[in-house]
């Protein structure tokens, strides 16, 4: 079952996004949450974008969040404990399996992978989120 959902990017749009996602893990809703936090901080409030929840072929999990600037790219920080923000990414990079950014001429999407329910722990070969290139599974 895919969830697809059209929104603009305003704090309001968090809490109501995770409300709809409630049927899927807590993982599922906050990533969803932080992928469209990132989109309300870096882009600002307002900015358009889609939210999508769906199946891989391989079981997982995909949330997705499709915004209309393909140079504002998600970099992955490592906050200390003194910082206000920046956790964001790491958390996600932290819950997900894999998670990377597909530009296009007018848009991005930056998704993330989360195992399903009850399966094992799969190894990537070059880590979780590079921020770089989708990473494929073998």
Same mark, same amino acid.
Do not use: N, Y
């Given at each position: 079952?895919?969830?697809?959902?059209?929104?603009?990017?305003? %704090?309001? =749009?968090? @809490?109501?996004?995770? *409300?709809?996602?409630?049927?899927?893990?807590?993982e599922v809703r906050l990533c969803a949450s932080e992928l469209l936090t990132n989109v309300i901080d870096?882009?600002?409030e307002g900015t358009p974008v889609t939210v999508r929840v769906l199946v891989t072929d391989h079981g997982h999990t995909r949330v997705e969040v499709?915004?209309?600037? %393909?140079? =504002?790219? @998600?970099?992955?920080? *490592?906050?200390?404990?003194t910082d206000e923000s920046g956790r964001g990414l790491a958390l996600l990079d932290a819950m997900a399996q894999r998670w990377g950014v597909e530009q296009g001429v007018?848009?991005?999407?930056v998704w993330c992978e989360l195992?399903?329910?009850?399966?094992?722990?799969?190894?990537?070969?070059?880590?979780?989120g590079s921020g770089g290139p989708p990473q494929r599974w073998p």
């Open positions: 079952m895919t969830f697809e959902l059209d929104l603009l990017a305003v %704090p309001k =749009a968090v @809490p109501e996004v995770r *409300r709809l996602l409630r049927h899927h893990s807590c870096h882009l600002g499709t915004d209309p600037d %393909p140079r =504002a790219l @998600p970099v992955l920080l *490592r906050a200390t404990t007018d848009r991005k999407t195992e399903a329910p009850g399966q094992g722990t799969a190894t990537l070969p070059h880590g979780r």
